[in-house]
């Protein structure tokens, strides 16, 4: 059944508006986003389907067929204290409209349908920021960009949800462009689009979900703003490599200097790998990617067993450019750049690698690259 007709089963009436906001994967500059660096994600075709209505009572529902189980959740406009459930997140978009200047005047239904996999790393959450923060500007006119509804989603999540997030997630639901990935300056918000030529994009779900991974995330950032500290800078990708050299002796706790190594390089190869695309060549970006990988392993310590054995297994395999996991890490999915010619035999190489040191078979989606969230009124549901 579409969203559209889910929604008007479920409230007896039609939406007002509809859509889809993508999840992300991120193909290089990895925990960069939050130290003033490059990130390089691009939107995919997995994601979040919403449909939505105004209401003139005052009142909120949201349903999510992804937590079917709780039901049709319900705040007042006058009450949007949060309960602890998915649907903080779409009350989280809300709070944040009013704290970034748009006051939301009604009450509105939602319908949220996803088939991104949760807790994988490919941004189910900034997906659901991003659909409810485009369906509240079509609903409501509000004149926000784009960009604004990826930092309205970002400061939900940081304040509401508490995972001190950085802005790359958001960015590349609201900003992504088909057939691209975007080069995007966290500290200034500059952006550009890269092709990526005839490359095929394979995800590896490991199926780990790591519990701990908001706390360790915002571990990271701490140890990350300690150590920019000790040198004296705002960001830690303010810095290159030889300025790093010739300062890290400044921070005197070595798990902070190697959290801060692996950022100054991250951003330097998230650089170096947006000019191999430009020149497009594959073989060295997908160089940069297993350095990535190393690094977040070594460096960030942010990777586990599952997601090493995926990487390294899926570099040895004739005709991939490079593999890395991809998000904040802890489990999660790994990202792999190839020849279309080499994706059957990959996936049924590495499902078998797997299934042979882990017991069971991973799930893959091979991907491409999408527009940004798209959310169009009732007559243009009617003619599209
Ligand atoms: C998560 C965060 C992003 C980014 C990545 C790591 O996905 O939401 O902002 O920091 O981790 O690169």
Redesign the pocket.
């Known amino acids: 059944m579409n969203i559209e007709k889910a929604f008007e089963k479920l409230y007896n009436k039609p939406p007002e508006v509809s859509g889809f906001a993508p999840g992300r994967v ?1 193909l290089i ?6 130290n003033g660096g490059r ?1 390089f994600p691009c939107a995919i075709d997995l994601g979040i389907f919403c449909a939505a209505s105004r209401r003139e009572d005052g009142v909120f529902r949201f349903f999510s067929k992804n937590f079917e189980s709780a039901g049709i959740v319900e705040y007042p406009l006058s009450d949007l204290s949060l309960k602890n459930c998915w649907a903080d997140y779409p009350i989280g978009v809300i709070r944040a409209f009013s704290a970034f200047g748009y006051p939301i005047p009604l009450g509105a239904d939602f319908y949220f349908s996803g088939d991104l996999p949760d807790g994988a ?1 490919l ?1 189910s ?2 997906a659901l920021e991003v659909a409810a923060g485009t369906a509240l500007k079509e609903l409501f006119s509000i004149p926000v960009t784009p960009q604004e509804i990826a930092l309205i989603g ?1 400061f939900a ?1 940081n304040r509401f949800i508490g ?1 001190s ?6 960015f590349a639901s609201a900003m992504g462009r088909s057939g691209h990935a975007v080069l995007l300056n ?1 500290d200034t918000l500059e952006y550009e689009y890269a092709p990526l030529g005839g490359a095929a994009l394979v995800i590896v779900n490991s199926g780990v979900k790591h519990s701990l991974a908001s706390s360790a ?1 915002n571990e990271r950032r701490r140890e990350c703003e300690a150590a920019a500290n000790a040198i004296g800078v705002r960001a830690l990708c303010s810095l290159t490599p030889d300025e790093f050299e010739s300062k890290k002796r400044l921070i005197t706790d070595s798990v902070c200097q190697k959290r801060a190594r692996h950022a100054v390089y991250e951003n330097q190869r998230t650089l170096d790998g947006a000019e191999a695309l430009r020149r497009s060549n594959l073989n060295e970006f997908g160089r940069l990617m297993n350095l990535s990988h190393a690094s977040l392993r070594d460096d960030y310590e ?1 990777s586990c067993a599952e997601l090493d054995f995926l990487a390294e297994a899926a570099q040895k395999i004739k005709g991939v450019y490079g593999s890395r996991m ?4 802890f489990g999660g999915c790994t990202v792999n750049l190839m020849e279309q010619s080499a994706v059957e035999h990959f996936i049924s190489e590495i499902k078998a690698a797997y299934k042979g040191q882990f017991g069971r078979t991973p799930e893959i989606y091979t991907v491409s690259a999408q527009n940004g969230a798209d959310m169009r009124g009732n007559d243009d549901i009617q003619h599209n």
Not at 29 to 34: L, Q, W
Not at 326 to 329: D, E, F, L, V, Y
């Open positions: 991120n500059g990895e925990h960069t986003d939050y990130v790393g941004s959450s900034a970002q999540e995972v997030c950085g802005i790359m997630d958001q966290a995330y942010v991809t998000g904040g890490g």
